[in-house]
């Protein structure tokens, strides 16, 4: 295939580091993400009780660590005493639950951060505090949320940072029908003033609903795709983003695919 029938490279995003290969959200999953040369990784912040930034996706520590503590009722102190690595293997055991803090600083230059608040706008200030202690470009960190208030008050304190609307669509089995629909998620997503969507990889996501968010104005990302078929037809479309579990292996499939 000619250089110029190659069709553009989509960004990959580490969905919580190389997670397939790695305890989720650790740093071991985003060093091995960097190791391997991925350019964006994906994470979830909760707070603790003594107000700490730290990375889990869940808001207990029962599936990861076995303990059911709620993180928002738990100081940092109790939680980095817990193996946040050992349910993926015995080689991983004694890895910690990271700091947002902890995982900006070992993010080399030049790479990208998708982070996921994972509660409300309650985090925007201490994510301020992380945000500013890292000296990066705003372009290096790119805020995400399910909940519409967190979004639009991240982007009302980060203007000059990329804030997404994450989406998860549902179908009714008696109608068939997705809700939300296209319309009503570009207009939240407007309301709110984010600069994208961020929706769940579903049937109902097709080429015109990527043109649709494109009209509008916003960015369209999908996740979370490890499905080699699937990412195919989702960069054709014309997506903004894939986050997937395997990022170094995808961008290799893809790239394979487009370059044979």
Known sequence: ????????????????????????????????????????????????????????????????????????????????????????????????????????????????????????????????????????????????????????AAKARFKDHQVYYLVSQKQDKQTQAWTPTTEEMIAKAKEAGADGLDINAKPCVNADVVKQAHAAGLKLLVWTIDDVDLAKSMRDMGVDGITTNRAAWMREQLYNAATK
């Open 1 to 152: 295939m000619m250089l110029s029938e190659t069709p553009q490279q989509v960004p990959v995003i580490a969905h919580r580091g190389e997670s397939f290969d790695a305890p989720e959200n650790t740093l071991a999953s985003f060093g091995l993400a960097w190791d391997r040369n991925d350019d964006t990784v994906e994470t979830d912040i909760h707070l603790t009780s003594d107000g700490q930034l730290i990375i889990s996706h869940d808001p207990d520590t029962k599936r990861i660590a076995g303990q059911p503590l709620v993180i928002k009722d738990t100081p940092l102190a109790t939680l980095k005493k817990l193996d946040a690595g050992g349910w993926k293997g015995s080689k991983w055991a004694g890895e910690k639950y990271p700091t947002l803090d902890e995982v900006l600083k070992q993010m080399p230059p030049g790479k990208r951060i998708f982070v996921e608040i994972k509660i409300g706008p309650e985090a925007v200030e201490p994510l301020a505090k992380s945000i500013e202690a890292v000296h990066r470009p705003a372009q290096d960190i790119v805020i995400i949320s399910f909940n519409i208030d967190s979004v639009r």
